[in-house]
C-alpha cells in the first residue's frame, strides 16, 4: 500500500475537523452516543476525502502516444554551409 502523500493527509484532515464542526452545531447533540456517531461520521468521511485525492503521477508516464513517438525518431542534425 502506497504512504499518503501531504496533500492527502491534509484535506483529510480539514474535512475532519470541519465536518465534525458542522454537525455537532447542525444537530445541537449533547448525547455521547450521537456525539460519537459524528466522530465516526467524519472520519469515514475525511477518509473518503483522502482516498480521493488525485496521487501526483510523473509528467512522463503520462504522455500522448504522439509524445512519444516524436521523442522516440531520431533528429537529423542541421548543417551549416558558409558560402
Do not use: K
Not at 502506497?2 to 455537532?24: D, E, F, H, K, N
Request: some cysteine; charged content about 10%.
Amino acid at each position: 500500500m502506497r504512504r499518503p502523500t501531504a496533500a492527502q493527509l491534509a484535506y483529510g484532515s480539514c474535512t475532519v475537523i470541519l465536518s465534525t464542526l458542522a454537525m455537532l452545531l447542525l444537530s445541537q447533540t449533547s448525547s455521547v452516543v450521537g456525539i460519537s456517531l459524528i466522530a465516526v461520521g467524519a472520519l469515514v468521511l475525511g477518509l473518503l476525502v483522502a482516498l480521493t485525492v488525485p496521487a501526483r503521477t510523473p509528467r512522463t508516464a503520462s504522455a500522448s502516444p504522439v509524445a512519444r513517438a516524436a521523442a522516440q525518431e531520431p533528429v537529423a542534425a542541421a548543417s551549416v554551409h558558409d558560402n
